[in-house]
């Protein structure tokens, strides 16, 4: 059973995976047409966002994310090695 879960779990990853590469062919596709009809528009758009990009505290943002991270994931490493821990003993009584 865990075999089949494992292959299962496999299965909708590489699914998934074939998915999110075709969405970004087309959005990337989609995008090009866009540019090569609306130059100037396309121009506009990407000054924009490089102007707000250079105000926002991106380094901030991203630190704070880091710092976050890096607190839950003691925690979740904990929780991991426990289960890790009770599936053995499980399979042991089994």
């Known amino acids: 059973m865990d075999q089949q879960l494992a292959e299962n779990s496999?299965?909708?990853?590489e699914r998934g995976l074939r998915y999110t590469r075709e969405q970004f062919e087309q959005i990337m596709e989609q995008t090009?047409?866009?540019?090569r009809e609306?130059?100037?528009?396309?121009m506009a758009y990407a000054v924009v966002a490089g102007l707000v990009l250079d105000r926002l505290p991106v380094f901030r943002i991203?630190?704070?994310l880091t710092r976050l991270s890096l607190m839950a994931l003691k925690p979740a490493i904990l929780i991991y090695?426990?289960?890790k821990i009770y599936q053995a003993t499980q399979q042991e009584e089994a």
């Open 32 to 35: 090009e047409g866009y540019v």
């Open 62 to 64: 991203l630190g704070g």
């Open 10 to 13: 496999q299965d909708i990853a």
């Open 81 to 83: 090695g426990a289960t």
């Open 38 to 42: 609306n130059p100037t528009r396309a």
